[in-house]
Nanobody, 119 residues
Framework: QVQLVESGGGLVQAGGSLRLSCAAS????????VGWFRQAPGKERALVAA????????VYADSVKGRFTISRDNAKNTVYLHLNSLKPEDAAVYYC????????????WGQGTQVTVSS
């Protein structure tokens, strides 16, 4: 049974920072990709950032480049998303997911964590 548990969401003022965590368990993810997605009310879920568990350059959505950073801690089986210079439009439910590649499909999903940004 694969489990992904996100944490770290909350309320932050515009310009502030948060660190989201995605703790994975249930299998070895060394050949997989971990992605962070977000979904705001009335909008489709979209990829924010993704990283291969084995290493290499991550990918980012244009809207977050230079502000968000994805990283991983293999020893802890955890992937992080560092959110800096937050804007009100970054508010959404953030999900982590595991897939074979950067492109869909992603096979396993967490329950999501809410990020709220006040202006």
């Amino acid at each position: 049974q694969v489990q992904l548990v996100e944490s770290g969401g909350g309320l932050v003022q515009a310009g502030g920072s948060l660190r989201l965590s995605c703790a994975a368990s249930g299998r070895t993810f060394s050949s997989y990709t971990v992605g962070w997605f977000r979904q705001a009310p009335g909008k489709e879920r979209a990829l924010v950032a993704a990283i291969r568990w084995s290493g290499g350059s991550p990918v980012y959505a244009d809207s977050v480049k230079g502000r968000f950073t994805i990283s991983r801690d293999n020893a802890k089986n955890t992937v992080y998303l560092h959110l800096n210079s937050l804007k009100p439009e970054d508010a959404a439910v953030y999900y982590c997911a595991v897939g074979k590649n950067f492109a869909p499909p992603y096979d396993y999903w967490g329950q999501g964590t809410q990020v709220t940004v006040s202006s």
